[in-house]
């Protein structure tokens, strides 16, 4: 790591959605795309480099349940960074930060079990947690929430549940979220798109407690 990047939670993880399938109807597919986001904000909780002290302080504080470096500590057995790479240890301390309501750690752990690489893959689970993260008002997550809609993987397919969880996440900056909504109006009635337009504007994001 280099001394530019601020802290343990200075890094980009590159989250990758698996290609989907075809959608019904006669317009085409959904535009398939790998879809890399970067996560994790900076945090001024931990100082600059991976010392031994320094991870070995942030595994205290994980243990001791601190959701914020529980995800950290995920993070760095994700990227192998201070530590061999090990997802299974990265979904445990991402489920324990995820399990307090920690939403970024929802969401990685969501992507965990969809890619399923290295751990069983679950698109049931991942869907669950892509919708506590999303419930938050987490764009990401609600962007891949309303693409496994679209997809029905992990859920019942739904173009107006697919339709709301994307336009909630183009309100949020996710610019890929544009294309999508284009193609879902092509294949969605008239009725389809008012009920998701109706559930846009009386969405409200959950409140969690303060961590």
């Not at 760095?76 to 489920?95: D, F, I, N, Q, T």
């Not at 920690?102 to 399923?116: D, S, T």
Request: charged share 20%.
């Amino acid at each position: 790591m280099t001394s530019g990047r601020s802290g343990l939670a200075g890094w980009s993880l590159v989250c990758w959605l698996l290609t989907l399938g075809m959608a019904q109807g006669s317009v085409g597919p959904v535009p398939a795309q790998r879809l890399p986001f970067t996560l994790i904000p900076p945090s001024e909780r931990w100082e600059v480099g991976l010392s031994g002290h320094l991870i070995g302080t942030l595994r205290r504080a994980a243990e001791q349940g601190d959701p914020e470096a529980q995800y950290d500590l995920g993070v760095l057995h994700e990227r192998g960074e201070g530590m061999p790479v090990s997802l299974g240890e990265a979904e445990r301390w991402y489920r324990l930060a995820a399990e307090q309501g920690f939403a970024m750690a929802q969401y990685n752990l969501g992507v965990l079990c969809i890619e399923g690489e290295g751990v069983r893959r679950r698109d049931g689970e991942g869907v669950k947690w892509f919708r506590l993260a999303a419930e938050q008002g987490m764009a990401e997550a609600q962007f891949n929430l309303g693409v496994m809609y679209q997809a029905g993987r992990g859920v019942t397919r739904d173009v107006t549940q697919a339709y709301a969880w994307i336009a909630l996440a183009a309100s949020g900056g996710i610019e890929q979220a544009g294309v999508w909504l284009v193609f879902l109006e092509r294949v969605m009635t008239a009725q389809q798109r008012l009920r998701a337009r109706r559930l846009v504007e009386n969405w409200q994001p959950v409140q969690v407690v303060d961590h």
